[in-house]
């Protein structure tokens, strides 16, 4: 990758990547360890003639940047535990209205306020089950300052093309943690924009599927006048309780995703051969994963790892491969057990599956790994 | 001539949900005729609203229509004006969505000084759950959460509007339909955060309740029991505290919000 | 140089030692070409507590950001040297502050027991360069970092105007072990 080197924090890089994509909105409130995304964007995002606004909560954040995706601006908002608390329910709006945003979730420690200087990852069920009501959800989990840079491109692209918020959720230690980077040249990374209508105005029907299913959007002010409601609605965009429009409009919403894994779906498979062990470790855990995956191959252990990269949908058949392979999965995460569930589900008992899992606000270390992998070797 | 509101009506989508004699009608016509008199064009207008019977109102006029969550009006809004401020912003809200669950954002709003336009429609009464109490809701008055009277204070919306900063701040109601309707439409000229405060009437949830008479009675209320703030300065102090007051509060010029992040706009360019 | 070199920069809240971390990292990573990660960790004070900022640097990708053996250790207060020197590996190089850190733990490491904020505040004239001045320290004592591209990382990131001040803190403290 060509382009400019430079030395950033996780958040910054997130904001850079976030620029990159074309994001010309941010609506934020402050909350560790989120608020960098914010303080680099104040400065940024005027300079591009974009906008950027601290707003007087995280309700209110997530409703000013699915207005602004309204009038056609990417839109961005971040923050970390309770605020992504708070925000669910205008997540839930962008769900069932169709409004492309992106969420930055910089998850910390606890519930409640609990460790917020603290790293966690134990948002990552609330990720997919946090709103209420059936609802499509994606989630990214980089692991490094770079990841971080290219996945909120992708959050962004994501959005854009299936009309559904993104959820990019980091954790206290990439957001904060410093690495070398390339900004790559513009151009050299795809960016996406939304389906716009081309029919006259007075044909469009915001919520015509019959050419596919994701429908056009028209910016709001382009002279295309639609009704955006977070009732449940019919094609015209207008409340309908119906339940034979009902049903296959909440299917159509799921199936957005489920049909468009191939854009979706990212993750590591790395195999050895004769490993009877494997481990599945997203973000910062990942990286603790990986070393301890070395050190136990100079013990003479191998191990298999998944790391998945896009968390929901998660990557079921690689699972399902390791699992017919292995007879341990061992899953770390900072929380005391979440996609360790999703693992276990996904496998069907095809393998044993154990847990590391660490909410002292220390990070999972390698030797914590190393220790679990010889005892299931 | 009549006024002819089909030209901003959807064809198709009445009958609208408002109950028989709910006055959000008289109040929604008086944002209409404010817009065709103020002349502003279809396709470069946004009217947001949050959850409650006043919010569907949107879903009945042509324009850029938003109908979002509870209390979250004006939050959306001001995404959509800071987004591209030459669009007009419209909000329209319930006195409960926005002064109880929407407070914050209302007196952000206004702090801001934000160039948006709210009109709530104040009935004193959350009608579309079936009469709870709203911040409005006078003191001692019967809701169906307040079966022993209202133990609660009511906000005036006025003076919350003028502490919060809004710099532009009426109160009309719906007997006075023309001056209502000129209120509305200086609040849409005026640059900057306009607040007016449509008294309305709920005769299903809260007349009713309260023994106020028929839908007309509560209505005609109006007309004996508020007096204009240029009648009330010949009233004494006494008969003054007997009547609500209404028309232009303030009407005062500041730097509005997007104007003002224009500048950043133009410094960090700069920079 | 080691595959791995794990730096520990530790003080309390508001002696810029996060910075001095981030500088000592872009003068390795951006500068030497050679991999570095910087993290640290903090607590709810934006000034005081005990505060600390690692860098790892290695040939070689790192994975995990987060120091556990450490080569060096810089202590600013007693209070940090105590909480952090726990994980300083055998061996490895103790700087610590000679007014601040008065007792010294005990064990087999190169201790460099060094006028740091005394020579910030008497010979460069502020205390607030302390970091800077440990910086020189530190960069006569590693080998993957030379003093100049600490000079170019500190230049890059302090304010207009202070880069007098910086430079003269830099050298002062390079001095210190050189």
Redesign the interface.
């Known amino acids: 990758m060509s382009g400019k080197e430079v030395f950033y924090q996780g958040n910054e890089a997130c904001a850079e990547g976030a620029l990159y994509a074309g994001c010309r909105f941010f609506g934020g409130y402050p909350i560790t360890p989120s608020t960098e995304v914010a303080e680099f964007l104040s400065r940024r995002l005027p300079r591009v003639g974009g906008a950027f606004i601290q707003m007087e909560d995280e309700i209110a954040a997530m409703a000013s940047i699915i207005g602004a995706s309204l009038v056609g601006k990417k839109s961005l908002t971040a923050t970390s535990g309770p605020g992504m608390s708070l925000k669910l329910e205008n997540i839930g709006f962008a769900c069932i209205t169709e409004v492309p945003c992106v969420i930055v979730n910089v998850m910390r420690g606890g519930p409640s306020t609990g460790l917020p200087t603290g790293p966690g990852q134990s948002d990552v069920m609330q990720a997919k089950w946090g709103t209420h009501g059936d609802h499509p959800a994606i989630a990214l989990a980089p692991a490094s300052v770079q990841e971080i840079f290219n996945e909120t491109v992708r959050a962004f692209n994501i959005s854009e093309r299936l009309r559904t918020p993104v959820i990019l959720l980091t954790d206290e230690i990439i957001g904060h943690m410093r690495e070398k980077i390339t900004i790559p040249e513009k151009g050299e990374l795809e960016i996406w924009d939304r389906p716009r209508p081309d029919c006259p105005p007075e044909e469009y029907l915001p919520y015509d599927t019959s050419k596919g299913i994701i429908p056009p959007m028209a910016d709001f002010g382009s002279g295309y006048r639609w009704h955006v409601t977070g009732l449940n609605h019919d094609a015209s965009g207008f409340p309908t309780n119906k339940p034979s429009l009902v049903q296959p409009e909440e299917e159509r919403l799921m199936a957005k995703v489920t049909e468009n894994l191939d854009i979706i779906e990212k993750y590591e498979h790395l195999t050895k051969d004769g490993a009877k062990v494997g481990i599945v470790a997203y973000g910062s855990s990942a990286r603790s994963a990986n070393a301890a995956i070395r050190l136990a191959l100079e013990e003479g252990i191998p191990v298999d790892f998944i790391r998945p990269i896009t968390l929901w949908p998660y990557p079921s058949q690689p699972t399902i491969e390791m699992a017919e392979k292995v007879d341990t999965i061992v899953v770390p995460e900072m929380n005391l057990g979440q996609m360790i569930d999703e693992v276990q589900r996904c496998i069907e008992g095809r393998a044993k599956v154990v847990g590391v899992n660490r909410v002292d606000g220390d990070p999972i270390t390698p030797e914590n790994i190393l220790e679990k992998i010889r005892e299931v070797a | 001539m009549a006024f002819d509101y089909d030209k901003y009506m959807r064809p198709g989508k009445l009958p609208h949900i408002w109950c028989p004699g709910c006055a959000h009608g008289i109040v929604m016509k008086s944002i209409i005729r404010a817009i065709d008199r103020v002349g502003l064009d279809k396709d470069r207008t946004v009217i947001v609203s949050g959850i409650g019977c006043a919010s569907r109102m949107p879903g009945y006029v042509d324009f850029n229509t938003l109908h979002t969550t509870h209390g979250r009006s004006l939050a959306f809004a001001t995404g959509v004006k800071l987004a591209d401020p030459s669009l007009n912003v419209i909000c329209v809200a319930g006195d409960g969505d926005a002064l109880a669950i929407g407070g914050n954002h209302f007196i952000h709003a206004c702090r801001r000084n934000i160039d948006i336009t709210m009109v709530v429609f104040n009935n004193n009464i959350y009608g579309m759950t079936g009469g709870q109490f709203s911040p409005t809701t006078p003191h001692g008055k019967l809701a169906s959460t307040t079966p022993y009277g209202n133990p609660d204070y009511a906000f005036d919306v006025v003076e919350l509007s003028m502490g919060a900063g809004a710099t532009y701040v009426s109160r009309g109601t719906v007997y006075h339909a023309v001056p209502l309707e000129r209120q509305i439409a200086d609040g849409i000229t005026h640059k900057g955060m306009s607040v007016i405060d449509a008294l309305c009437t709920c005769p299903t949830t809260y007349g009713r309740r309260n023994k106020l008479g028929s839908a007309t009675d509560m209505i005609l209320w109006f007309k004996d029991n508020t007096v204009g703030i240029k009648a009330a300065e010949r009233l004494s102090p006494e008969e003054r505290a007997e009547k609500i007051l209404t028309g232009v509060f303030r009407q005062d010029i500041k730097p509005e919000y997007c104007e003002e992040y224009q500048k950043i706009i133009d410094m960090a360019k700069g920079a | 140089m080691a595959q791995r070199y794990e730096v520990r920069l530790s003080g309390s809240g508001g002696q810029g030692l996060v910075l001095g971390g ?1 500088i000592l ?2 003068a390795v ?2 500068f030497e070409g050679i ?10 004070e934006a000034r005081g507590g005990a505060s600390k900022s690692e860098v790892i640097i290695s040939d070689e990708s ?5 120091a ?1 053996k450490i080569d060096l250790l810089l202590s600013l207060t007693q209070e940090a040297c105590d909480k952090y020197s726990v994980d300083l590996k055998e061996g490895g190089i103790l700087i610590a502050d000679k007014r601040m850190v008065t007792k010294l733990p005990e064990g087999n490491y190169k201790v460099y027991h060094l006028p740091i904020i005394d020579t910030a505040k008497e010979k460069a004239g502020k205390v607030f360069v302390a970091n800077i001045v440990a910086l020189g320290a530190i960069a006569g004592l590693l080998d993957s970092v030379s003093i100049e591209n600490v000079e170019k990382a500190v230049l890059q990131r302090v304010p207009k105007g202070t880069e007098n001040l910086n430079r003269r803190a830099l050298a002062l403290g390079y001095e210190l072990v050189t």
Request: charged share 15%; net charge negative.
């Open positions: 981030v990292a872009e990573a951006l991999n570095a990660v910087q993290t640290q960790s903090y607590g709810p790192i994975d995990y950001p987060k556990t």
